[in-house]
């Protein structure tokens, strides 16, 4: 992408927020043998999952944009005219070559608002597949370029700037007033990141997004193979307002953590000198990878070893969040929708009742996301609304 800046040649930008207005969202179709359990002539779990909330998105009168692998669109097509949702849901197919479905992690980080030409319209920082356990990772990177271009983001104000820090969408959430939150195990302690320090990356953010305040929260949740992303340990739902994974029993083995964070943000104060408001969201013990998914999934060199008996992140931080644009709402749609992720357990429920009361302007709903697992995120991960 010739038409990309350097970090020296735009000013910083105002970073879009979780709540930011959109006009659709952007999902990647699963696909890939070597980390999705498959079967010859079925739809693999996650396959099955991606539908469902597809027929959520549908039932919300959400628009979709969905990305497939080179040469599996007409499989897609194919699955899509099947299901009973498919009259309501307004979906268009990109085929686009990608690695896996984490498109938040390898996307575009968009500007709120773009009105001359001395800001950027988005920055691209590197991307190096969470530390090398992914060699497809080139492909989430041209993947991206080819977003930000079909976006329109390369001929908005000043263009797209490029930074040489590996950055991923997971490993970072803001409050859209000038406080942000990230941990470091994924940002300082990234081999692309070798010598960074947490001074300089609080400088980097500044000067990328006018950031006045970056708290880096403790600690990594067990089962997180990112190296430590806060959307999975606590997320902003407002400004002065964070929900985290919490968990009361001191078997749990992320008990000491959650007790950390919670009192990091017990004496924390945001960039306005605001005490948090804290949100505990259920943390369930992680569901582990059983003999008979491990033995679905094709391995092979290159590509983290997926195990019988392996950790899966199960956290209800890693929600999706949508707030449609009014000029873009349809009729019978409020625009609003957040998809908490369902791991068959009674803790479900429990959790989305409690975002239903902390944002009662949403229309809250529970997707299945046990098979997404598998992969090593939420559904938080696998989407990205604009």
């Not at 005219?81 to 085929?95: D, G, K, N, R, S």
């Not at 990878?289 to 491990?294: C, I, K, Q, V, Y």
């Not at 094709?298 to 009014?326: D, E, W």
Request: with cysteine.
């Amino acid at each position: 992408m010739s038409s990309a800046l350097s970090a020296n040649e735009t000013s910083s930008i105002q970073l879009r927020t979780e709540w930011s207005e959109s006009r659709s969202v952007w999902l990647r179709w699963p696909y890939r043998e070597e980390i999705w359990p498959q079967r010859l002539g079925e739809l693999a779990p996650v396959q099955q999952e991606f539908l469902r909330l597809l027929q959520v998105l549908a039932e919300a009168r959400i628009p979709v944009n969905l990305q497939v692998a080179v040469g599996h669109v007409d499989n897609v097509r194919s699955v899509l005219a099947e299901q009973p949702f498919t009259e309501l849901l307004t979906i268009q197919l990109h085929e686009v070559a990608y690695g896996d479905v984490w498109l938040r992690d390898c996307a575009p980080f968009i500007a709120e608002g773009v009105q001359t030409e001395k800001h950027a319209s988005a920055w691209h920082f590197q991307f190096d597949g969470w530390g090398g356990i992914d060699d497809q990772f080139n492909h989430d990177i041209e993947a991206r370029n080819w977003l930000s271009e079909k976006l329109g983001l390369l001929n908005a104000g000043a263009g797209v700037a490029n930074d040489n820090m590996v950055l991923e969408g997971g490993a970072l959430h803001h409050d859209g007033e000038g406080t942000a939150i990230a941990c470091a195990g994924s940002i300082l302690f990234r081999p692309g990141n070798d010598g960074l320090t947490a001074a300089e990356f609080r400088q980097k953010l500044h000067g990328c997004f006018a950031i006045e305040k970056v708290l880096m929260v403790p600690g990594r949740l067990a089962a997180d193979e990112t190296g430590g992303h806060v959307d999975n340990l606590a997320v902003f739902i407002a400004p002065g307002e964070v929900a985290i994974a919490y968990t009361d029993d001191a078997s749990h083995p992320d008990y000491a953590t959650c007790r950390r964070v919670f009192d990091f943000f017990a004496d924390a104060i945001d960039a306005h000198g605001r005490a948090f408001v804290i949100h505990k969201l259920p943390l369930p013990r992680a569901p582990r990878l059983s003999a008979a998914e491990a033995v679905d999934i094709k391995q092979r060199h290159g590509v983290r070893r997926r195990i019988a008996g392996m950790p899966l992140m199960a956290s209800y931080v890693n929600f999706l969040r949508i707030n449609m644009g009014v000029e873009h709402l349809s009729a019978g749609s409020t625009g609003k929708l957040i998809v908490m992720p369902g791991f068959g357990l009674p803790s479900d429920e429990v959790a989305r009742n409690l975002m239903a009361k902390w944002l009662p302007d949403y229309r809250v709903v529970t997707v299945p996301a046990r098979g997404l697992l598998v992969g090593g995120g939420g559904w938080h991960c696998a989407s990205f609304a604009y």
